[in-house]
């Protein structure tokens, strides 16, 4: 199984950059995912790591250091409808099969 | 459109009654997934698929059961509700190399 910490809260101002930390323990390691949440809707998928090094897609990076059991999900230019939970996950593999496993999620709220 | 479909996306019904929350996606994933997250709270996976006629318990206890006899859908039953069951019910699909990819919900109500 995995432990997978991450901040339970987080504030930061619009226009801002933001970096949400997790760090992850797992015996067979599949990829590290980040998803976005906003109250009561289902996640959806932002970032995918599967290699040590940063990925950008647009106002979102993501990085993973697997040595380290390390990622962050970085937001840039923050507005305010980005205020949501932000739940990494680790994917790993258990003989033939893969699943996920999910943070706790850290609630990000963006002032102005 | 390739996508994944969750219906009801709200239901409230009384205790004792047995529902069926009803899953399916058109994206050809050979995996399936139900979540349970309560409001806050982080999601638990508690059944998983690899295929047809393969379903597994997931990490958290749960009494639905669940089948799946054709790829594209994998419904979830609760023989007997309770107000315990009251939850938000996840369903997800993914392949070997995509993420899990997730249905709307269905918000479940026992009274």
């Known amino acids: 199984g995995q432990n997978i910490d991450q901040p339970t809260e987080m504030t930061a101002t619009e226009g801002a950059i933001v970096q949400i930390n997790c760090t992850y323990q797992?015996?067979?390691?599949?990829?590290l995912f980040w998803y976005q949440q906003h109250a009561g809707e289902a996640p959806t998928f932002l970032s995918y790591n599967v290699l040590d090094g940063l990925e950008e897609k647009g106002r979102f990076s993501s990085f993973l250091s697997r040595s380290k059991g390390y990622s962050y999900l970085l937001l840039k230019e923050l507005q305010m409808k980005d205020s949501a939970s932000y739940l990494c996950a680790v994917r790993d593999w258990a003989g033939t099969a893969s699943k996920l496993t999910f943070g706790t999620g850290t609630r990000l709220q963006v002032t102005l | 459109e390739a996508d994944i479909y969750q219906t009801p996306r709200y239901l409230v019904i009384g205790t004792g009654k047995k529902i069926t929350l009803e899953c399916s996606q058109t994206m050809g994933h050979d995996k399936m997934y139900w979540y349970q997250q309560d409001p806050g709270m982080e999601l638990h996976l508690i059944h998983y698929s690899y295929g047809v006629n393969s379903t597994e318990k997931g990490d958290l206890s749960s009494e639905s059961t669940v089948s799946r006899i054709r790829t594209e859908h994998f419904p979830l039953t609760l023989e007997s509700a309770r107000p315990s069951h009251t939850s938000q019910y996840l369903c997800a699909s993914s392949d070997v190399s995509s993420p899990d990819f997730f249905g709307p919900g269905t918000r479940l109500t026992v009274l």
């Open positions: 797992t015996s067979g390691f599949n990829g």
